[in-house]
């Protein structure tokens, strides 16, 4: 059985930075490979970015990729996701996902976290 949990999110004003955390555990095997996806009321989850927890090989979302980056610490393991340059616009629930095979986009994720609320202010 997997278990994420996510920490970090909070409030944070227009222009700065928050840390996410993805702490998981159970089967590793269920677990190569973690995503960072934000869901806002009304809309469908999107996923940030991904990361291959073999080689820390990490797989971004286009649009994502100036701004947010994902990394990982297997001796904690935990995932993290670095967000810099926030806007109102990136005010969301931030959820951590894993899957088992494969990495990349475009993937189906099977274990999800609760979620941790990110509010940007203007």
């Known amino acids: 059985q997997v278990q994420l949990v996510e920490s970090g999110g909070g409030s944070v004003q227009t222009g700065g930075s928050l840390r996410l955390s993805c702490e998981g555990s159970?089967?590793?095997?269920?677990?190569?490979?973690v995503g960072w996806f934000r869901q806002v009321p009304g809309k469908e989850k999107e996923l940030i970015a991904a990361?291959?927890?073999?080689?820390?090989?990490?797989y971004y979302e286009y649009s994502m990729k100036e701004r947010f980056t994902i990394s990982q610490d297997n001796a904690k393991d935990t995932v993290y996701l670095q967000m810099n340059s926030l806007s109102p616009e990136d005010t969301a629930m931030y959820y951590c996902?894993?899957?088992?095979?494969?990495?990349?986009?475009?993937?189906?994720?099977?274990?999800w976290g609760r979620g941790t609320q990110v509010t940007v202010s203007s």
């Open positions: 159970g089967d590793t095997s269920s677990r190569s490979c």
């Open positions: 990361i291959y927890t073999g080689s820390g090989k990490p």
């Open positions: 996902a894993a899957r088992g095979q494969g990495c990349g986009t475009g993937l189906k994720f099977i274990n």
